[in-house]
Nanobody, 118 residues
Framework: QVQLVESGGGLVQAGGSLRLSCAAS????????MGWYRQAPGKQRELVAY???????NYADSVKGRFTISRDGAKNTVHLQMNSLKPEDTSVYYC????????????WGQGTQVTVSS
């Protein structure tokens, strides 16, 4: 019903930048929020950032001031600009969307690896 395609992960040195993108497609009636979670090996999945339909944003304390989330509403795409990356940002990053098709549900992307070397 809803497909999410992520791009932009990769390997970067500490202090560098990466930009993740996620495009949602399918029989979407409306989108309530889009965002990113991440999960490192042996750790629980944690919220990184989200942006609501009205434009409000929320960030994990660990990424505030370094990451910026934005959305292209016309294209149902969300971006995560990650600056000043640290080795502890190394994780698989998962895009999600809370969208209404026949009912409101959360849909997940396949995940993209971000590796920050020291």
């Amino acid at each position: 019903q809803v497909q999410l395609v992520e791009s932009g992960g990769g390997l970067v040195q500490a202090g560098g930048s990466l930009r993740l993108s996620c495009a949602a497609s399918g029989s979407i009636v409306s989108i309530n929020a889009m965002g990113w979670y991440r999960q490192a090996p042996g750790k629980q999945r944690e919220l990184v950032a989200y942006i609501a339909s009205g434009g409000s944003t929320n960030y994990a304390d660990s990424v505030k001031g370094r990451f910026t989330i934005s959305r292209d509403g016309a294209k149902n795409t969300v971006h995560l600009q990650m600056n000043s990356l640290k080795p502890e940002d190394t994780s698989v990053y998962y895009c999600y969307v809370r969208a209404t098709v026949y009912a409101t549900s959360v849909y997940w992307g396949q995940g993209t690896q971000v590796t920050v070397s020291s």
